[in-house]
C-alpha cells in the first residue's frame, strides 16, 4: 500500500513554528487524501488536518488559523505548517494516507496507512 516518514518534530516555546514533513512511498497513485492527526499524553488520537488529491483541506477547530497543510505531489511528501504553537498542541504527530486500489483478484482495497510518529513538545 504506502509506506510513510514523517520527519520535523521537535520541542518548540509557546507562539513558536515547526513543520512537520512525511514523505510518502508506494502505491502513490492510490492515495485519496493526506492527514495528520496528534496524540497527546492520556487522550484519544484526534484528526488535525487533511487535503485530499484536488487540494481540498480541513482542519479541526483547535488549529484553525494556526496550522496550514499542504502537499508537493513532486515529491510525493504532505506537510503540517504550525504557528503560534500552543502549550495544549503538545503530541505526538501522525501522518496518515488514506487511499484504495484493486487488487489482482479485482477486489477493491481500502486503507488509511500511519506514520511511525513524530514529537512536538511545547514548553517554555
Known amino acids: 500500500q504506502v509506506q510513510l516518514v514523517e520527519s520535523g518534530g521537535g520541542l518548540v516555546q509557546p507562539g513558536g513554528s515547526l513543520r512537520l514533513s512525511c514523505a510518502a512511498s508506494?502505491?502513490?497513485?492510490?492515495?485519496?487524501?493526506m492527514e495528520w492527526h496528534r496524540q497527546a499524553p492520556w487522550k484519544q488520537r484526534e484528526l488535525v488536518a487533511t487535503?485530499?488529491?484536488?487540494?481540498?483541506?480541513n482542519y479541526a477547530d483547535s488549529v484553525k488559523g494556526r496550522f496550514t497543510i499542504s502537499r508537493d505531489n513532486a515529491k510525493n511528501t504532505a506537510y503540517l505548517q504550525m504557528n503560534n504553537l500552543k502549550l495544549e498542541d503538545t503530541a505526538v504527530y501522525y501522518c496518515?494516507?488514506?487511499?484504495?486500489?484493486?487488487?489482482?483478484?479485482?477486489?477493491?482495497?481500502?486503507?488509511?496507512?500511519w506514520g511511525q510518529g513524530t514529537q512536538v513538545t511545547v514548553s517554555s
Open positions: 496518515a494516507a488514506q487511499g484504495g486500489y484493486y487488487n489482482d483478484e479485482d477486489a477493491r482495497v481500502e486503507y488509511r496507512n
Open positions: 508506494g502505491r502513490i497513485d492510490s492515495i485519496n487524501s
Open positions: 487535503i485530499t488529491v484536488g487540494g481540498t483541506t
